[in-house]
């Protein structure tokens, strides 16, 4: 599903597509999914998990605030460039799936959560006196998730895009925009 959608967007990737490629039947998909709208909302989740297992340790290894932003901005980074076509399946998925009431299929709470998890981060170390205590975390948040959300979209028009470069760059930036 993650593949069929990245290659032809979340409106061409019907259950008998996503069948095909998988090499099995449309019978089969459906016998473990309801509908389409239940199989994409098991794609989001497991692209969630996965980016939370792959990201939260490295976060978590680090000892100090600047190690953990670093280490926050570095395996986000690193996940999407690992995971290519789950972050173009995820963008397309967020910005058209819809229920049949015209409801996103997946909820701006999970993005939300991304900047206030790292809105409090930020905030902690700022009291720690780690991090410089005259900006505000939530725009910081704002401003680290936005840089990093840019690369899929990056990544669908430009696929040689140098992803570890721009995280380089990306770690100095905010290091330098957080130092006391």
Do not use: C, W
Not at 37 to 58: C, F, N, S
Not at 93 to 107: Q, S
Not at 118 to 136: I, W
Not at 164 to 178: K, P, S
């Amino acid at each position: 599903a993650i593949d069929t959608i990245a290659e032809l967007g979340y409106g061409q990737a019907s259950l008998a597509r996503i069948a095909e490629r998988a090499g099995t039947s449309k019978g089969v998909i459906s016998y473990h999914f309801a509908s389409k709208d239940v199989l994409i909302q098991e794609v989001t989740a497991e692209l969630v998990a996965k980016g939370e297992a792959y990201m939260v340790p490295r976060i978590l290894a680090a000892r100090s605030g600047p190690g953990m932003l670093r280490a926050y901005i570095e395996s986000n980074l690193a996940f999407m460039r690992d995971h290519r076509n789950h972050l173009i399946a995820f963008l397309d998925i967020f910005f058209n799936a819809r229920d049949d009431d015209g409801r996103p299929l997946v909820e701006e709470k999970a993005l939300d959560y991304m900047v206030t998890s790292l809105e409090q981060l930020l905030a902690h170390f700022q009291a720690t006196g780690e991090f410089r205590a005259d900006f505000d975390p939530h725009a910081m948040a704002m401003a680290i998730r936005g840089a990093i959300d840019q690369v899929p979209p990056q990544l669908t028009r430009h696929p040689d895009l140098d992803i570890d470069g721009y995280a380089r760059e990306l770690t100095t930036l905010f290091d330098r925009a957080t130092r006391p």
